[in-house]
C-alpha cells in the first residue's frame, strides 16, 4: 500500500500532480491540474488510467493541456473519467468537451462525470460520449460533509477552497485509509496458529460481540480478538495547493494548518521570492517563506515547491528552496528538475 506521486512539467513552466494510489491489490490514478506539456512525461497508458482529474481552478496554465488528455480518452470504455474543479466547473467541462465537431461519435463509449466544489455542496452532471456530450445530465446537488469530496475502496479524496484573488481554488488532500494489520508477536504470545479465521477479524462487518471464532480450542469473540491482535498503522496522505495566498496567523491560515496536520507529502506552489512579497500579495501567491512556515506549522512529512514563476534564473529556484527550508529543512524540488 503505497501513495506514489510524480510533479510533471519543468521549472518555471506549467505544472501538474499524477498520483497512484496503489492499495496492494488495485492501483487508482489521479492527475491534478493538466496545464501545457505536462502530460509529456507520461506514457499514454498511464494518461488513459487516470480516472481523477481534479483541477485547482481554471486559468490557462493549470487547463491548457486539457485537450491532450481529452483526445486520449474522450470514448475510454472501461471506467468514467470524473473531473473535479470549483464552482462553475460543470459548465466550463461542457464548452471544453463541446469544442470539436462530432459527427462520428454515436456509437462511441465515453462516459464523464463532472463534480463541481461550491461552498457548501457539491454538484454533478454526467456528460456522454455518444450524446456529443450534449446535454449535461444534471444530478441533484449534495450537501458537503466537512472537507470529504469521495471515499474510494482504500483512500478518501478531501478539499478545501482557498482565496486566489477573487476566485476559488481548490486545494486537494488524498489520504489512503488506516491499515489493519495482524500484531505477529500478539499471535506468539496467545499460542495462536494463522488460519482462516483470521479474515473474520479484519472483515468489519463481522459484529464485536456476536460473532464467534474457533482459535486454539475455544470459542472466542471478535471483538476480544480484534482488541488482542489488530495494530491499526495510519495510511500516508498527499496534499496539493497551488495559486492562493493565505495570510499567515488569520484564521482561514489556522484552519489550512489544522487541516493539513501530519499530511505525510506536501506539494506546494511557490511563485514568489521572500523579498517579492508585494507582488505576491498583489497576484494572490505565496512566497516561499511563507510555504515553508505553512509546512513547518502544520507538521508535514516532506515539502515538495512547484509552480515556480519564470521570472526568475535557476539560481533563483535553489534559493526559494533555501528560503522554505530556513523554516522547514525537509524542503525539495522535484527531483527531474536536477537543481538539488
Ligand atoms: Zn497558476
Ligand atoms: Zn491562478
Known amino acids: 500500500m503505497a501513495i506514489e506521486w510524480k510533479v510533471l512539467g519543468r521549472a518555471g513552466a506549467d505544472n501538474a500532480l499524477h498520483v497512484v494510489v496503489d492499495s496492494g491489490v488495485a492501483r487508482e490514478s489521479f492527475l491534478f491540474d493538466c496545464g501545457e506539456g505536462v502530460l509529456e512525461s507520461l506514457r499514454a497508458g498511464e494518461v488513459k488510467a487516470v480516472s481523477h482529474l481534479a483541477f485547482s481552478h481554471f486559468h490557462m496554465d493549470h487547463v491548457a493541456g486539457f485537450d491532450g488528455f481529452f483526445r486520449i480518452n474522450y470514448n475510454r470504455s472501461d471506467a468514467p473519467v470524473t473531473v473535479w474543479g470549483p464552482a462553475g466547473t460543470v459548465e466550463l467541462m461542457g464548452h471544453r468537451f463541446r469544442g470539436f465537431v462530432w459527427n462520428l461519435h454515436a456509437d462511441q463509449e465515453g462516459e464523464w462525470i463532472v463534480r463541481e466544489i461550491g461552498k457548501t455542496a457539491l454538484g454533478t452532471a454526467r456528460y456522454l460520449t455518444r450524446e456529443a456530450f450534449t446535454p449535461a445530465h444534471r444530478q441533484p446537488d449534495q450537501p458537503r460533509e466537512g472537507t470529504l469530496l469521495h471515499r474510494g475502496a482504500s483512500w478518501r479524496l478531501e478539499g478545501r477552497l482557498l482565496p486566489h484573488g477573487l476566485i476559488d481554488s481548490v486545494a486537494y488532500r488524498l489520504a489512503e485509509s488506516p491499515r489493519l494489520n495482524i500484531d505477529a508477536a500478539a499471535m506468539k504470545r496467545n499460542d495462536y ?86 507582488l505576491a500579495r498583489q497576484n494572490a501567491h505565496m512566497t516561499a517563506d511563507l510555504v515553508g512556515r505553512l509546512a513547518a506549522e502544520a507538521g508535514v512529512g516532506r515539502l515538495i515547491l512547484h509552480h515556480l514563476s519564470r521570472r526568475y534564473s535557476s539560481e533563483d529556484w535553489r534559493q526559494m528552496r533555501s528560503e522554505a527550508a530556513a523554516f522547514f529543512p525537509r524542503t525539495e524540488l522535484p527531483v527531474e528538475w536536477g537543481l538539488s
Open 193 to 278: 496458529l494463522p488460519g482462516p479465521w483470521l479474515r473474520r477479524i479484519v472483515d468489519a462487518t463481522a459484529d464485536e460481540e456476536e460473532t464467534l471464532v474457533e482459535v486454539a480450542g475455544r470459542s472466542l469473540r471478535v471483538g476480544e480478538l480484534r482488541r488482542e491482535l489488530l495494530v491499526t498503522t495510519p495510511g500516508m496522505s498527499l496534499a496539493y495547493l497551488t495559486d492562493f495566498r493565505v495570510e499567515p496567523d488569520s484564521p482561514a491560515w489556522e484552519e489550512l494548518v489544522t487541516w493539513l496536520s501530519g499530511t505525510t507529502v506536501l506539494v506546494c506552489e511557490c511563485q514568489y521570492r521572500a523579498a517579492d512579497y508585494t
